[in-house]
């Protein structure tokens, strides 16, 4: 069943899908570069525009005051943090929902390939966040 409550439910949907098939078939104790790659070509594979540690502007009253990496970014509307932890820890949350906050993206997901798998879904709306443009900018896609 569809899951149109959420926003970007659907897709959210599938990339969990895609995180509990990469941790099926991996198992526990790579880097999490690893589980990156795994997760991108499997989102890819099912069709989905996936980049990896693309860079993402940070917005503040109206200006670009810095950039970081997402370590994967979905259709331009869900950004995924991939972790290979024991746990997660309030300070991954943390770093996500600072993420959103500052980047015009609304919808972003915590994947933890630990020795059991576990996901935080966060979101942080548009119309929460004073510092970005009234123009929207969309990350820039890497060539």
């Not at 015009?104 to 548009?126: D, S």
Request: proline share 6%; hydrophobic share 40%; aromatic share 10%.
């Amino acid at each position: 069943m569809p899951n149109e409550k959420l926003l970007h439910g659907d897709l959210t949907d599938q990339i969990l899908r895609a995180f509990y098939h990469v941790h099926s078939a991996l198992g526990f104790g790579f880097l999490e570069k690893v589980y990156e790659r795994a997760m991108m070509r499997t989102l890819q594979r099912a069709g989905y525009h996936v980049y990896r540690q693309m860079p993402v502007d940070v917005w503040f009253e109206g200006e670009v005051v810095g950039k970081y990496c997402a370590d994967l970014v979905v259709n331009q509307l869900v950004i995924v943090e991939v972790k290979a932890e024991e746990s997660l820890h309030p300070r991954n949350e943390a770093q996500l929902v600072t993420y959103l906050r500052a980047t015009p993206t609304e919808v972003g997901l915590l994947l933890n390939f630990g020795e059991k798998a576990i996901f935080r879904r966060k979101l942080f709306t548009n119309d929460r966040k004073p510092n970005l443009p009234n123009q929207r900018p969309t990350a820039s896609i890497p060539s």
